[in-house]
């Protein structure tokens, strides 16, 4: 079959194979006997899966187990029992997907946020107001004020709905003063900015998948004053062919400004879309192109 098969007769393998693991998922069978169920051997099945799929059968595989544990420990279930329902042999293998694939430990999934205070507060800044949020570990949240006040906060309850939230607006204060007053001396458009020293010295406390958090770290990397496109992040971070996924991490960046992504635009030269509105981001960008220059000469 494997010297035989036609180009149009691979998808229907890998949609064999796809049944296949979902099935079988919580019993975690190995390749071979995937690819035996195909008839293929491992190799050409291994090989045909990713080039379809994008990804290798254990990511797949990976990606069924982490889904349906994420389903149980929403349900309450505990964490052995978990790792017992999705045919995992050990609370270690359950940790290490969660960490591989999640960045946070299946205690911190489940508990979303329990045991966590965060301080916020609501602030004006030159780009309009603004919700920061922090945690001991560092800053958590940092959104635009788009509709209401209220509706701001009440995103940030929906995304640590566990922790205890307190509203104090001194404690941000100086955060903010840190974020948004540092100015880049004039001439100097390169990494080694005040504003970037400023934004080195901050904490984050992210919370993200391993894409997502990949995604992140290369849009911080965006030198101040530069902008990137949705394809370059995609190569830096391995992953060339991810173009949409890509997007979609950039659009659910939780912390505006310090992580960048005003800063990515498409390939033809438009500004694009951004979570905050276009005339923000264009605001944004022109600031760092023009630090002489306030927001308000911009608009």
């Known amino acids: 079959m494997e010297s035989t098969t036609a180009p149009s007769q ?11 693991i979902e099935a079988n998922v919580n019993r975690q069978p190995e390749l071979g006997e995937i690819a035996s169920a195909v008839g293929l051997s ?7 899966f990713t080039r379809w799929a994008g990804i290798s059968p254990k990511r797949f595989m990976q990606f069924l187990t982490k889904e349906h544990a994420k389903d149980l420990l929403a349900r309450s279930e505990n964490l052995i029992e978990t790792t017992h329902q999705v045919g995992l042999s050990s609370l270690g293998r359950l940790h290490d997907l969660f960490i591989n694939t999640e960045a ?12 966590l ?58 955060l ?8 880049p001396p004039a001439g100097d458009r390169g990494t080694d900015s005040a504003f970037e020293q400023a934004d080195q010295r901050l ?19 965006i030198p101040l004053g530069s902008v990137t496109t949705y394809e370059h992040i995609a190569a830096h971070i391995g992953n060339p062919n991810a173009l949409r996924a890509v997007g ?16 990515v635009i498409r390939k033809n030269g438009e500004f694009g879309n951004y979570r905050y509105g276009s005339a ?3 605001a944004l960008l022109l600031h760092e192109m023009r630090p002489d220059m306030s927001p308000q000469e911009i608009g």
């Open 117 to 174: 205070t965060i301080q916020y507060g609501l602030h004006q800044t030159p780009f309009g107001k603004c919700l920061i949020a922090t945690t001991e570990r560092g800053i958590c949240h940092l959104g635009f004020v788009q509709t209401s006040e209220g509706s701001a906060i009440d995103n940030l309850v929906a995304d640590w709905d566990q922790a205890k939230m307190i509203e104090d607006y001194k404690s941000t204060a100086p």
């Open 203 to 221: 904490r984050l406390h992210l919370r993200g998948t391993n894409f997502q958090i990949k995604v992140w770290e290369a849009l911080i990397n």
């Open 104 to 115: 946070v430990t299946p205690g911190e999934y489940k508990s979303h946020g329990a045991g």
């Open 280 to 282: 923000r981001k264009k």
């Open 248 to 263: 979609t991490a950039v659009g659910h960046n939780p912390i505006a400004v310090l992580i960048p992504c005003h800063r």
């Open 10 to 20: 691979h998808y229907q393998l890998v949609e064999q194979a796809i049944q296949y």
């Open 42 to 48: 491992e190799y050409h099945f291994q090989r045909m």
């Open 176 to 183: 903010i003063a840190r974020i948004f007053s540092a100015q």
